[in-house]
Nanobody
């Protein structure tokens, strides 16, 4: 089993940047695709970005393209979400999870982390 833990959230002004981390522990001998999601207050959770097991393939929803960058560091067993030019609408709790199956964004995600809060002020 894999455990994921998100960190790096915080309060930032619009136009600012944050870098979120998704650290894996447990059975990390298997390199798996990871997806980042977010859930704003009163809204459903939505997919934001994903990265393949090799790191060669990435996927972003239109709302974050050109502003967010997903990457992974195998030595640290961590996937990052660099968020630049943040907007008030990016305010949400951000989660990472392991994707099973094929294709982005995919539908089968497991081993959710507890989430990290991102708040963007105007």
């Amino acid at each position: 089993q894999v455990q994921l833990e998100e960190s790096g959230g915080g309060l930032v002004q619009a136009g600012g940047s944050l870098r979120l981390s998704c650290a894996a522990s447990g059975r990390t001998d298997v390199t798996l695709p990871i997806g980042w999601f977010r859930q704003a207050s009163g809204k459903e959770r939505e997919f934001v970005a994903g990265i393949s097991w090799s790191g060669a393939s990435t996927y972003y929803v239109d709302a974050v393209k050109g502003r967010f960058t997903i990457s992974r560091d195998y030595s640290k067993k961590t996937v990052y979400l660099q968020m630049d030019n943040l907007k008030v609408g990016d305010t949400a709790i951000y989660y990472c999870a392991v994707r099973y199956g094929n294709g982005w964004p995919g539908t089968d995600y497991r081993y959710w982390g507890q989430g990290t809060q991102v708040a963007v002020s105007s």
